[in-house]
Structures are given as C-alpha cells and as structure tokens.
C-alpha cells in the first residue's frame, strides 16, 4: 500500500532544476520552461474548482508569436561562473475562475534569473540540494522557487492590468509542500535522438497547496513539470487527475493534424478534426496499493 503520510520534503534529484543547456542547443529547436498547473478548491462554487496554469518559458529563435504578442529573444541564455544565468524570456499565465477563463492572466516579456542556492546572491545560506528560484526583473513578484530545505515551494503572482479589471485576482502567494512519496518526487525522464535532438523532463506529479488569493486563504492541489525539448513538437493531447485519496492519473496522446500547418492562434479550425496517433502512454498512481 502507498503510504500517504506526507513526507517533510520534497524527495528525489533536483540538482538540474535551475540549470538550462544541458544539452547543446539546436536553433529554432531548442525550448526551455517552468511550469506548474494548480487546482483550487471552491467549496463554495462549482466542484469542479478553479484552475491556474503559468510558465516561465525561452525559445532557441529569434521570433516567436505568442497570442499576438511578438516575443523577439534576444540570445541564449547567459551564464555567470556560479552557475546563475539570465535569461531572455516570457512569463505567461491563465485563470479559471470557475465559470470563465482569463487567458492570458498573464503575459509578459521580460528578463528573468534562474538560481541554485549555492549561488553568491542568494539570500541565505544554502545546501546546494535543489533549493533555487527563477525570478523575472519585473516591478512585480512573478517569483517561483524552491526554499533550501526542500520543504516548500513558493509561487507569487500579479495580474496583468487588463485581467484584473476583468474580473481576475490582482495578486496570489502560494506554498506547494509535499502530498505523499509516490507524488511528490522530482522524476526524470529524457530521451536522445539523431542529430542531438532529444528532451529531458523533471516531473513532480503533486503536491498540496495552501496559500492567499487576492488576501483570502485557499487550499488545493498542483503538478510541476520542467522541460527542456529539442526536436519538432507535434500537436498532443494531455491530462492530469488528482484524487482525493492521493491517487494521480495521467495521459499523453501526441498526434499528427493539420494543426502542425497552423500560421494563426485561432484554436479548432475545422480541419483539425483529423488526427492521426502517434503514441499512446499514460501513469497512474494508485494511494491504496
């Protein structure tokens, strides 16, 4: 049987957590991001919750159209000699509210650090274990991190101004601890292909959430990925289901679809209908055995 004890840290190898070009780069290929995916509880609403997704996220190219954003990046990611890098990126959020979608929630183009924290500038001292943060050189705290002692992660947030005067919350803190030991563990997965082509995956598949939006107390739940892919993408479909007991489901079904000749954001073209599969996998973890 699982054991659903929630563990004091989060557990497994994070040490490539803050770290990008791992792998050569290839142009036009390469494609970096943070991502986590948080499910709000609404005791008071809809069961089916509400929902937040935002990446921190850098492309290998020098032009990439985001919702009719044009994001120009500058060049590959610098540096230092400690290991802390800076890079030319986006940050970029959506927001369900229960009964309507705010995307984006965020969209922004900005500067960002990536950090361990072994790093000089870190705050504190650290143990060199995982802990670290990608911080975005913004006015507002767009901050994502891992604390020293594994115990937490820390997610902040501002809404952009024209989602908050539609009705989205202005500002959100959130702290990510440990669900049990099957989910929240760093999982690596990575693959190498010709012509250093390849990805390299670190999966946390949940964790328990507590936090404030906009000053009032939620809980829930969330999943976290980091992935760096260097290879043509085709379309896929994906899912993720958090059960109550502390069981998780996934589902990864990528496709070959008109999509992929798509020159338009516009989603569910009606040629799109067709797909072919490519692919069929899926992970289920199950909290009574």
Same mark, same amino acid.
């Given at each position: 049987m699982m054991d659903n004890t929630p563990p004091n840290t989060f557990q497994g190898d994070f040490s490539t957590m803050w770290r990008l070009g791992i792998r050569e780069p290839l142009w036009h290929m390469t494609?970096?991001?943070?991502?986590?995916?948080?499910?709000?509880?609404?005791?008071?609403?809809?069961?089916w919750g509400k929902q937040l997704m935002v990446l921190w996220s850098t492309k290998d190219n020098d032009r990439v159209e985001v919702n009719g954003t044009p994001w120009t990046p500058s060049g590959r990611p610098g540096v230092d000699e400690h290991g802390g890098?800076?890079?030319?990126?986006?940050?970029?959020?959506?927001?369900?509210d229960g009964h309507r979608m705010h995307e984006p929630y965020i969209k922004r183009t900005c500067d960002m650090i990536a950090m361990?924290?072994?790093?000089?500038s870190w705050p504190s001292s650290g143990l060199g274990d995982g802990g670290g943060a990608v911080v975005p050189l913004l006015p507002d705290d767009l901050s994502m991190g891992l604390n020293s002692d594994k115990g937490s992660f820390w997610l902040n947030l501002r809404g952009d101004k024209i989602s908050i005067?539609?009705?989205?919350?202005?500002?959100?803190?959130?702290?990510?601890?440990? #669900?049990?030991?099957?989910?929240?563990?760093?999982?690596?997965?990575?693959? @190498?292909?010709?012509?250093?082509?390849?990805? *390299? !995956?670190?999966?946390?598949?949940g964790t328990k959430v507590n936090g404030t939006i906009d000053g009032e107390d939620?809980?829930?739940t969330a999943y976290f990925q980091k992935v760096c892919v260097q290879a043509p993408s085709p379309p896929w479909y994906w899912g993720v289901l958090?059960?109550?007991?502390?069981?998780?489901?996934? #589902?990864?079904?990528?496709?070959?679809?008109?999509?992929?000749?798509?020159? @338009?954001?516009?989603?569910?073209?009606?040629? *799109? !209908?067709?797909?072919?599969?490519?692919?069929?996998?899926g992970l289920f973890h199950d909290a009574r055995n």
């Open positions: 494609w970096d991001w943070w991502w986590w995916l948080v499910m709000i509880d609404d005791p008071e609403g809809p069961e890098m800076v890079i030319d990126g986006m940050v970029c959020a959506w927001w369900f361990s924290d072994t790093h000089p005067e539609n009705g989205a919350p202005s500002s959100m803190a959130l702290n990510l601890t440990p #669900w049990n030991s099957a989910m929240s563990q760093a999982r690596p997965s990575n693959a @190498t292909y010709a012509g250093g082509m390849g990805y *390299d !995956i670190l999966r946390v598949h939620v809980t829930g958090h059960f109550d007991d502390g069981s998780y489901l996934d #589902w990864f079904l990528p496709h070959l679809s008109p999509t992929m000749t798509a020159r @338009t954001p516009r989603p569910w073209k009606r040629r *799109d !209908i067709q797909h072919i599969g490519l692919s069929q996998g």
